[in-house]
């Protein structure tokens, strides 16, 4: 929250220095700067860290499935046919399970649906969505890094505002403030 620099605070209230219009208005001018850093940057750069956070879910969701593929080719190719898993009913109830015949799987293409590929097919897929689940990662990646550069832009404006330097945490002795 935005204190006034011109304030100090006594135990029951704070009270306020006589100020000139230009420092209202430069009072106002910063306080606005905060808002806009809270209500929206802040909260734009949390719902881009959290798309970033899911894409790279997807792209770890994926890689785990080209892994597993894989193991599954390894395991046919050694004379393994079939397959013991554990199988999601729902709520995290698991089963056992067989797979007679892992030539093929059910692989999830989006909207709900679902194509049955042979392993190689699944493989060639995964690594298709995972140049494009890359690619949106990093149009994510730069949208967080502008989003931290604006706040760093508008941060400096206030700053400057304020007649600080980097360095300073608050105003300098010759306007009757103390560090």
């Not at 007679?100 to 049955?116: C, K, N, Q, W, Y």
Request: overall charge negative; aromatic content about 6%; glycine content about 8%.
């Amino acid at each position: 929250e935005f204190e006034h620099p011109l304030s100090f605070t006594t135990p029951s209230r704070t009270m306020r220095l006589a100020t000139t219009p230009a420092q209202r208005a430069r009072g106002a001018k910063i306080a606005e700067y905060e808002r806009f850093i809270g209500e929206r940057l802040t909260p734009d750069l949390a719902a881009a860290e959290g798309a970033r956070g899911t894409t790279l879910a997807g792209i770890a969701t994926w890689e785990g499935l080209i892994t597993n593929v894989r193991g599954v080719q390894e395991a046919r190719a050694a004379g393994h046919a079939d397959l013991r898993t554990l199988v999601d009913l729902g709520t995290q109830v698991y089963c056992q399970a067989e797979v007679p015949d892992t030539s093929h799987l059910f692989v999830s293409v989006g909207l709900g649906f679902h194509a049955e590929l042979t392993l190689e097919e699944a493989v060639a897929f995964a690594e298709k969505k995972l140049g494009v689940l890359r690619a949106e990662l990093t149009r994510r990646v730069e949208q967080v890094a502008d989003i931290q550069s604006h706040i760093k832009l508008v941060t400096e404006g206030i700053r400057e505002l304020m007649n600080l330097t980097p360095d300073d945490g608050a105003r300098d002795g010759a306007h009757g403030w103390s560090k």
